[in-house]
């Protein structure tokens, strides 16, 4: 039983930094070469694991060959754009300047009614309204509106408005996050005062958040 448990830790930490090398990708964004690779991982490691009479090396040795080789395509497909296509394919038009591209559609095997599943998942009730909707590499759709059918921006009404940025997680959970108080160019000392200022204790605070402009949003446990 140890054995297995020292077997599980080790191929554990292999895969976890081969897919720290990969990049961070999630599942439904990873390129169809990365996609076949992760796959390779997941049985290449499983081997071992479930039979401890497979030595380590016949994990270790595969596993760093498949890493090797996608940081080779990788690096391949940057340098060389004309390999793009074979490795990681190209988005294909559904829907082109508010016209359905129904041969696009067939050749990609995409059905009307994923179509218009996809285009709802967007926020978009009525096809009608589309411009552009491209089935991307990754198999996700990026749907573009017409111009008409989108919320008026505050450029479109003459407006200025500030940025506001990025609202920064200082405390989660009572937990500090020194990192976000770098962010703001903040340190403890500042973030005594400010709890002071709030009357509340770092063990009361569920989040407390901290945009770029300063402005500061408290919630209790």
Known sequence: MATIFIRIILIYVLLLGTMRVMGK?????????ELVTTILLSELAAQPIADSNIPLLFAVIPISALLSIEVLISFAVTKLPCLKPIFDGKPSILICRGKLQKNEIARVRISMEELL????????????????????????????????????TAEDMSLSVPETGLAHAIIVDTHISDFDLSLIHRDRNWLD?????????????????????????????
Do not use: M, W
Not at 25 to 33: A, F, H, K, M, T
């Open 117 to 152: 599943t996809q285009l709802r998942i967007s926020g978009i009730a009525d096809i009608a309204d589309v411009y552009y909707a491209i089935l991307e590499q990754n198999g996700q759709l990026s749907v573009i509106p017409k111009r008409a059918k989108t919320v008026p």
């Open 25 to 33: 990708r999630q599942i439904g964004e990873l390129q169809p070469s």
């Open 193 to 221: 005062k400010r709890l002071r200022h709030h009357r509340i204790s770092l063990n009361d605070v569920f989040l407390f958040t901290v945009d770029d402009t300063g402005k500061e949003c408290i919630i209790k446990k």
